[in-house]
């Protein structure tokens, strides 16, 4: 028998306590609301997690976990491969950052400047500056090129811990471009140790000097079919926001995505409610992001479609600060997702970070932002098999952090915290 093992870990996260519950009525343990309508933080513990615990992994999976000294016994640390002693420390699941535009070109580094001087994201683009200026970048630099700088990009994230990753498509905007993209981030992940999840994101803007509904076609009659013969993308996006893609052309494009074999996810109602939460219900979509805009009502039936709704803290954080109101989602019992949305407008690539800025921005307990980076950032990649956890049978991508408690990574945002990262039960950071 050939197994790993991490033993003497200070705190083991697990995973989601209470898997089951997903509405009030489901769970007795989960509150209702205040008189002022807005429901405290849970009074249970939302994740599992072990003391003084051990994990053994075999064949790249979670075999168990339990006290230390009670595993020892049955898998002594002297016949195992490979030992970590995490003393001290605290042992998390991989993370999952559900949601990145992490392959780009160019540096926009000035419309940051001018975002602070007082311009708006949506003025920069109407202006043909941001995505649209990105998309210019894209078509003139090589598929090699971006290959370099999307594995560059995923060596910060595994260093950071995120073992598994979204990356959309979206800078091209013709057909050659979008199929080079995913092309890209295909080849980027086919040898590294993250997991790349592809999805197509033609419709993130309107060319420049093309309408709207003449784009809606294009996307539909010429870039899906070349997509799905490519076979690499896994969902569909669009970016459905007042000047980009209404909710009829949104529509359009995820339902012949879907007839494609592509599963639909939408950039939902960021600047404006144009529609776009009640969209995602309408299609179940895997998820719908943002949600800066939706009201309540739309978060009630984003959650009644079984949608997993996917937070960006680093994004609102670098638009100003306005964070989406968690009361809908804690009335349902039900966390969201949180992802980093690494791009060109949102420069940072580290989900701890995301995790502190859910924390502190949007009132999400830590416990809550460790399960918003790991079990529900899979959700809303329709990961089964345990992703972003560490049950028994899970895959064995485990993160050892600096630091007793799970707390600890959005505690401190100063440094990185991750020191050993584990994919498929090989130690790959550390
Ligand atoms: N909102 C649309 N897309 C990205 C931004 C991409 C960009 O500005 O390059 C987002 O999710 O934030
Ligand atoms: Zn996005």
């Given amino acids: 028998m050939s197994y790993s093992i991490i033993h003497d870990a200070s705190e083991l996260v697990i995973g989601p306590a209470n ?6 009525s489901d769970d007795p343990t989960v509150e209702s609301p205040d008189a002022d309508g807005s429901p405290d ?50 042992v998390l699941p991989g993370f999952v950052d559900c949601h990145t535009h992490a392959l780009f070109a160019g540096d926009r580094s000035d419309e940051f400047e001018a975002k602070l001087a007082g311009k708006s994201y949506q003025e920069i683009l109407a202006e043909g500056g941001g995505i649209l200026r990105t998309v210019r970048h894209v078509r003139e630099t090589s598929e090699d090129y971006l290959v370099e700088s999307l594995r560059e990009h995923l060596e910060t994230m595994l260093a950071h811990g995120t073992t598994t990753v979204e990356v959309k498509s979206g800078y091209g905007l013709d057909t050659d471009t979008e ?54 993308a896994e969902f569909c996006d669009v970016f459905c926001e007042e000047d980009v893609f209404s909710v009829a052309q949104s529509r359009r494009i995820l339902e012949a995505g879907v007839e494609h074999g592509l599963k639909p996810k939408i950039h939902a109602d960021e600047f404006v409610r144009l529609g776009g939460t009640r969209l995602a219900a309408e299609l179940s979509a895997a ?16 959650l009644e479609a079984d949608v997993t709704p996917v937070l960006l803290p680093g994004t609102a954080f670098g638009l100003g600060g306005e964070y989406p109101d968690l009361s809908p989602y804690r009335e349902h019992g039900v966390i969201p997702a949180v992802a980093t949305d690494f791009n060109p407008n949102c420069h940072a690539r580290s989900l701890g970070f995301a995790a502190t800025l859910a924390c502190v921005g949007m009132g999400m307990t830590p416990a809550e932002a460790i399960l918003g980076i790991t079990s529900r950032g899979a959700a809303a990649l329709d990961r089964d098999e345990g992703v972003g956890t560490l049950e028994a049978g899970a895959p064995a991508d485990l993160v050892v952090i600096d630091g007793p408690s799970y707390r600890h990574l959005p505690y401190t945002y100063d440094v990185n915290v991750v020191e050993t990262v584990l994919k498929d039960g090989a130690v790959v950071v550390g």
């Fill in 19 to 24: 898997r089951a519950a997903k509405t009030p």
């Fill in 41 to 90: 933080p849970p009074d249970h513990p939302v994740v599992e997690t072990e003391s003084d615990a051990a994990i053994v992994l075999e064949n790249g999976r979670v075999v168990t976990t339990g006290p230390s000294e009670e595993i020892g016994r049955e898998y002594p640390i002297e016949n195992a491969e490979t030992a970590v002693d995490a003393s001290g420390k605290c």
């Fill in 287 to 302: 998820s719908a992001d943002h949600l800066l805009q939706s009201t309540d009502d739309d978060v009630d039936a984003l």
């Fill in 179 to 232: 199929l080079k993209m995913l092309s890209a981030i295909e080849r980027a992940g086919e040898d590294h140790p993250v997991d790349v999840v592809p999805t197509f994101m033609g419709a993130h803007a309107v060319p420049e000097g093309v309408d709207a509904d003449a784009y809606t076609d294009t996307v539909v009659d010429e870039q899906l079919p070349a997509v799905a013969e490519q076979g690499i």
